[in-house]
């Protein structure tokens, strides 16, 4: 197989395999000093900044499925990281709730998530992470606009 034929020369999957190492990084750094995975801090980062938010924002802004989400949920409910609450006009709804106790964890693994962020952006210059990102984000939207 020539060198144009191999999957590598394939941005799919060179996005996937970038993804892949990333949150394999991030679990590997995060596993030697919290009891949190990258997929955990993802969920708690998108309660904190969305205070009262529902379990399907939640899916929305994680790009999770509700399933995991609710996995998810349950376990940062557990180490005490969230509280659920029953929606004052929807009582089916339960609102979401970052606890002190999430928002210290999140404090703590702040510089892991900055380590990991420097690790992947250490052989590029600012400008090309700036092109970087923003040619991803227009990928994103184009593939937006077909969904």
């Not at 052989?123 to 969904?147: A, G, H, M, R, W």
């Amino acid at each position: 197989m020539t060198e144009n034929n191999s999957k590598t020369n394939s941005l799919g999957y060179a996005i996937g395999r970038t993804n892949w190492y990333m949150k394999t990084l991030l679990n590997k750094l995060l596993k030697e000093g919290f009891n949190i995975t990258n997929e955990q801090w993802l969920v708690l980062k998108v309660i904190l900044e969305n205070p009262a938010v529902s379990q399907t924002k939640i899916a929305e802004k994680s790009l999770k499925d509700k399933t995991n989400i609710t996995r998810i949920l349950d376990l940062l409910e557990k180490s005490s990281y969230i509280e659920r609450r029953r929606d004052d006009r929807d009582r089916r709804m339960n609102r979401i709730h970052i606890t002190e106790q999430g928002k210290k964890i999140l404090k703590a693994v702040n510089p892991v998530t900055q380590k990991t962020d420097g690790i992947c952006k250490h052989s590029l210059d600012k400008k090309q992470v700036k092109e970087l990102i923003q040619s991803l984000n227009t990928i994103c939207k184009s593939i937006e606009n077909e969904l």
